[in-house]
Every structure is written in structure tokens, then in C-alpha cells.
């Protein structure tokens, strides 16, 4: 009788046993799960590290803006190798990161009776120098205009790609990340500041 069962089994289907069997075992469910989710354990792991990476970049590019307006407004008057020198150790800020697409532009701001701006003078790090009598690269606030009264304004640009950066295009639209910092000092030496 009891090999009729089983003949009977086997004459119901192949594998119709092991199928129940199969859904029944839990061995291996830690496993699947695991295969399943690891993809988005990597890309979220990707984006926390893009993520991570792109606010030190954003915080040293600001800083970079602040510190060389801050140290150009110190001086009354400044030379060109000193403004160079100067520009060159606030790239070193950005440190670890590659700086080769990092720009730099300072400029001393003068403006009309009607509160109009134009750039008197300019220096920059692996950028144009703004021509005199140009408007400056970004609006500055009405609030901190004074006539009669200069200002330095700093702009900092940066491009950079991350190694997750291709893996996260798709998600992102970017194949590449820029930053922008800027800022602006009043002299701390007078209302002006010249260049030798």
C-alpha cells in the first residue's frame, strides 16, 4: 500500500512535492533577501558618500570666498605678487581635494551716486581677471552699498566628480558637481583700497 501512495505521488507531477517543500523552507530566505537588497544598500552607501563629499567641498569653497576677501580688506594697498601669494594659499584650502578646476576672482567693487557697480581693479587664481569698469560677477545687496565706498568681492568656482559620480548620473542628471562661493568685506583701512 504504501508504494502505491508514493507511485501515486509521482503520477500527480514531478516535482509537486518539492515545489510545498521549497515554500516551506526558510533556509535560505536571509540570503534572497540580502541579493535583493544589496543594490540599494550600494547606491544609497554611493549617495551618502557624494552627499558627504559635496558639503566639505561647498564649506571649503565658502571658506576660501571669505578668507581671501577677508585678507584683501585688511590692506590699504596691495602688489601683485602679494595678491598672487595671497590667492595661492587660499587654494590650499580645498585640500585634500584636486584643485586644478578651481577659479579664483577677487575684485574691488566702486560704485556711482546712483549705487551702480563696477569692478575698479581685479586679480584672480586660474581665472580671467575682471576687466575694470565691468559690472561684478554677482549682484551685491542694496543693504550693504555705501556711496563713496569700496568693497571686495571674492567669487569662487569649482568643478569636481566624485568616483560615484558616473553611478549616480542617472539619478542625479549631473556627470559632474560645481560649487560656487562668494563674498563680500568692506576695507577695514579707510574707504578704498588700491594696487600698486
Known amino acids: 500500500m504504501a508504494q502505491a501512495s508514493g507511485q501515486k505521488d509521482e503520477q500527480q507531477g514531478p ?5 510545498w517543500s521549497l515554500l516551506a523552507d526558510r533556509g ?10 544589496l543594490p540599494l544598500m550600494a547606491l544609497m ?4 558618500v557624494d552627499l558627504g563629499e559635496g558639503l566639505m567641498v561647498q564649506r571649503k569653497i565658502n571658506q576660501i570666498a571669505e578668507v581671501a576677501s577677508d585678507i584683501v580688506a585688511q590692506e590699504a594697498r596691495w602688489n601683485a605678487s602679494d595678491l598672487r601669494t595671497l590667492l595661492e594659499g587660499t587654494a590650499a584650502i580645498l585640500t585634500p581635494f584636486d584643485s586644478t578646476e ?19 581693479w581685479s586679480r584672480a587664481y586660474q581665472a580671467d581677471q575682471l576687466a575694470s569698469g565691468t559690472p561684478p560677477p554677482f549682484d551685491i545687496p542694496d543693504d550693504v552699498v555705501e556711496s563713496g565706498v569700496q568693497l571686495v568681492i571674492a567669487k569662487v ?14 539619478i542625479t542628471g549631473n556627470t559632474e558637481y560645481s560649487f560656487v562661493g562668494k563674498a563680500i568685506s568692506r576695507p577695514r583701512v579707510g574707504d578704498k583700497i588700491s594696487l600698486k
Do not use: H
Open 15 to 19: 516535482g509537486r512535492k518539492g515545489v
Open 28 to 37: 535560505g530566505q536571509s540570503a534572497i533577501e540580502f541579493t535583493l537588497l
Open 102 to 120: 578651481l577659479d579664483i576672482q577677487v575684485a574691488i567693487v566702486d560704485f556711482d551716486a546712483a549705487g551702480n557697480a563696477s569692478v575698479n
Open 45 to 48: 552607501f554611493a549617495g551618502t
Open 157 to 170: 568656482d569649482y568643478t569636481m566628480t566624485t568616483p560615484f559620480t558616473s553611478l549616480l548620473s542617472s
